[in-house]
T-cell receptor, first 111, second 109 residues
Framework: DTGVSQDPRHKITKRGQNVTFRCDPI?????LYWYRQTLGQGPEFLTY????????KSRLLSDRFSAERPKGSFSTLEIQRTEQGDSAMYLC?????????FGQGTRLTVV | RKEVEQDPGPFNVPEGATVAFNCTYS??????FFWYRQDCRKEPKLLMS???SGNEDGRFTAQLNRASQYISLLIRDSKLSDSATYLC??????????FGGGTRVLVKP
């Protein structure tokens, strides 16, 4: 296992289109996090799963964002009707105990 | 008040010098604390967890002050390769991991 894997690494999309990102956590990590990060800012929490249960979702997250982790392994993050303000790095992290490890992220550019 | 606050820097550090910076948190129920390192346009990488008794890993020393609600990171004998953004993070009950905005460190020859 080489760590958390995210796909795609880069995505350019037109405003109004839907996009979906995938995250494969480290094997047997039961916790999975999604974050968004823009230049000069720290990672902003989006949502968190323990196994297949989505335990918390940021109040800042609009209804255009949805995440799933159907079998408690990989997760997907979908953004509907993308806006230019959605341009950011989308990071996934996983953990089994306290320490969380990040994937390389998906860089989204909305044009 | 923000949940987590960090001085954004940059801290300009001569090579070989010592640099230290803090991260304050507002949630007194915070239970676990971490320092991450992030290079430009890369993902955050875990540097070290911060224990109540403090901990050291080579040139890096982390401490926790629960009374004043901050953690600190000290880097000794700075190397050029230590140039990065250092992110603090904490977990309260529920396992949500919250990050600060990061402190930028630039080590110069």
């Amino acid at each position: 296992d080489t760590g958390v894997s995210q796909d795609p690494r880069h995505k350019i999309t037109k405003r109004g289109q839907n996009v979906t990102f995938r995250c494969d956590p480290i094997s047997e990590h039961n916790r999975l996090y999604w974050y968004r990060q823009t230049l000069g800012q720290g990672p902003e929490f989006l949502t968190y799963f323990q196994n297949e249960a989505q335990l918390e979702k940021s109040r800042l997250l609009s209804d255009r964002f949805s995440a799933e982790r159907p079998k408690g392994s990989f997760s997907t993050l979908e953004i509907q009707r993308t806006e230019q303000g959605d341009s950011a790095m989308y990071l996934c992290a996983s953990s089994s105990q306290d320490e969380a490890f990040f994937g390389q992220g998906t860089r989204l550019t909305v044009v | 008040r923000k949940e987590v606050e960090q001085d954004p820097g940059p801290f300009n550090v001569p090579e070989g010098a010592t640099v230290a910076f803090n991260c304050t948190y507002s949630n007194s129920a915070s239970q676990s604390f971490f320092w991450y390192r992030q290079d430009c346009r890369k993902e955050p990488k875990l540097l070290m967890s911060v224990y109540s008794s403090g901990n050291e890993d080579g040139r890096f020393t982390a401490q926790l002050n629960r009374a004043s609600q901050y953690i600190s990171l000290l880097i000794r004998d700075s190397k050029l390769s230590d140039s990065a953004t250092y992110l603090c993070a904490f977990k309260a009950a529920g396992n949500k991991l919250t990050f600060g905005g990061g402190t930028r460190v630039l080590v110069k020859p």
